[in-house]
């Protein structure tokens, strides 16, 4: 019999706030894709990501796929993404008719391995007339690392890359509002940072995202493509091809509630990290963090990474059987079938051996502390169990 109750992994932590200013928005009037609350969503965002200018959109997907535009990433290009990711990071480069160019990742965080991509990119990239190209012959345009479960990708040492091979950095920072490298906010460090804010992320409109930037040439043409690339005000005129890729007000206002309790969550996220460290002292398992003292995690989501991989299954069912919603890692991209043949800078091991052995356990800013024990009790009976 499975408990009534269930923890569940992440869900949105709604207050008074939420209601007032989304009640607010649909009384004025505003619900669609202008009004005050998007302009205001915006600035409060740039403000938390340490950037000029912020950009809505309509999903933390859409955002990448204008940053990618915007970096000029075409057909025939290359672009480099690390393997253990959401599927949303990879498909806007198929989107842009580019190729995906996949990289490995770090054991200590599952972040990009930048050390393995320097030695790809000294050895195996030529550059002439500024242009940088794969040994296929391919345009190697950007890289768009990500910041796993909230943990800081080396982003300094991937931006001094990036400005030598004339790449284009585009931060996928979905999971990552609140973390930070040394004092800086993630998202803030190349070309454009990209937020989502979806159901489970640490703020959530609902559905929707942000492109954060300091080029005011970015967050014009950001704004411009997400409005299907019109011109003028009064008649519909489109030189070019864009999107419907706008965030509605009454989202926004969503977004404005939520920002309200941030700080909060912030720090609750900080604690329930620092108490399953706690619980689990001792467990044959590791945490997925970084070990980097710059790094800051928000703790988006906490993952464990078994010591013993073929414990993995058997721990996710005893966990499901006790009302306990855990998740494996996103599957590395290199075993999704659209993917399967996608080229690598080298050979990909450490994204499968996360995967194998790793999972995320349920980090909603509204978990008890109680609820953290069941759960930590739980991983350790499930882990004795021979
Ligand atoms: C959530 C997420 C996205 C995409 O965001 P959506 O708003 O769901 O489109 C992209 N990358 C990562 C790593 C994510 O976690």
């Known amino acids: 019999m499975k408990s009534v109750r269930r923890i569940p992994l992440s869900i949105p932590v709604l207050s008074a706030a939420e209601r007032e200013h989304v009640l607010a ?152 509002l609140g973390s930070r490298w040394g004092d800086r906010p993630l998202g803030s460090f190349g070309l454009a940072g990209c937020l989502s804010f979806n159901g489970n992320k640490i703020v959530t409109t609902g559905g929707g995202g942000m492109v954060v930037t300091d080029g005011p040439d970015v967050a014009r043409r950001a704004r411009y493509l997400s409005t299907q690339a019109r011109d003028d005000p009064r008649e519909y005129r489109h030189e070019e091809i864009g999107y419907n890729y706008r965030l509605t007000n009454l989202q926004a206002a969503l977004g404005i509630g939520q920002l309200v309790g941030f700080a909060a969550r912030l720090a609750r996220k900080r604690e329930i990290a620092a108490r399953y460290r706690a619980g689990l002292a001792g467990a044959p398992l590791r945490f997925l963090e970084p070990e980097h003292p710059a790094a800051v995690t928000n703790h988006w989501l906490v993952a464990i990474v078994l010591d013993d991989a073929t414990g993995r299954e058997r721990l996710l069912a005893d966990l499901d059987e006790a009302g306990i919603e855990s998740r494996s890692f996103f599957v590395p991209v290199h075993r999704q079938r659209p993917y399967a043949t996608a080229a690598r800078i080298a050979e990909i091991r450490v994204a499968d051996a996360l995967y194998g052995a790793g999972l995320n356990l349920p980090s909603s800013p509204d978990l008890t502390d109680d609820d953290i024990e069941f759960v930590c009790a739980k991983v350790r009976e499930a882990l004795r169990r021979p």
């Open 25 to 176: 928005a649909l009384e004025s009037g505003w619900v669609s894709s202008a009004g005050p609350d998007i302009k205001r969503f915006e600035e409060e965002i740039a403000a938390l990501a340490g950037t000029r200018f912020a950009v809505a959109t309509s999903s933390g997907t859409a955002a990448i796929h204008l940053a990618l535009r915007i970096a000029g990433v075409a057909p025939g290009d290359a672009v480099v993404v690390p393997s253990l990711t959401f599927i949303g990071t990879v498909n806007p480069i198929g989107f842009c008719g580019a190729a995906p160019l996949l990289a490995d990742v770090l054991p200590s965080d599952g972040t990009i391995d930048v050390a393995a991509l320097e030695r790809y990119l000294r050895d195996r990239v030529t550059r002439r007339d500024g242009v940088s190209r794969t040994p296929e012959g391919l345009r190697l345009r950007a890289v768009v690392p990500v910041h796993l479960y909230g943990a800081p990708a080396r982003i300094e040492m991937l931006r001094s890359l990036c400005d030598e091979f004339g790449l284009a950095l585009v931060e996928d920072a979905a999971e990552a």
